[in-house]
């Protein structure tokens, strides 16, 4: 079981700058890609950004040139640094993680909340 443990959220004013951590731990596990996710109330949830471990980087056109993942040397932490941030960014984040066999794992979320 991979545990998921998620901080950096918080509240900003729009054109400010968040960073997201996500830690995973727990059991014998590969990890083959971690990246964030984001839900606004009524919304479904969407793709912010993944990281391979190999380090390649996907990004969703809403964090183009705003937002860049990245992650530590144990490639067990992953970092989300938001900038330039809009009142539409305003969301629950999520960390997830994907194993090499294929499992799914979760974070708890946490509210980056963008206003004045």
């Known amino acids: 079981q991979v545990h998921l443990v998620e901080s950096g959220g918080g509240l900003v004013q729009p054109g400010g700058s968040l960073r997201l951590s996500c830690a995973a731990s727990?059991?014998?596990?590969?990890?083959?890609?971690m990246g964030w996710y984001r839900q606004a109330p009524g919304d479904q949830r969407q793709l912010v950004a993944t990281?391979?471990?190999?380090?390649?980087?996907n990004y969703a056109d809403s964090g183009k040139g705003r937002f860049t993942i990245s992650r530590d040397s144990a490639k067990t932490t992953v970092y989300l640094q938001m900038t330039s941030l809009k009142p539409e960014d305003t969301a629950v984040y999520y960390c997830?993680?994907?194993?090499?066999?294929?499992?799914?794992?979760w974070g708890q979320g946490t509210q980056v909340t963008v206003s004045s």
């Open positions: 727990g059991g014998a596990f590969s990890i083959f890609r």
């Open positions: 997830k993680v994907t194993t090499n066999v294929g499992a799914d794992y």
């Open positions: 990281i391979t471990t190999g380090g390649i980087a």
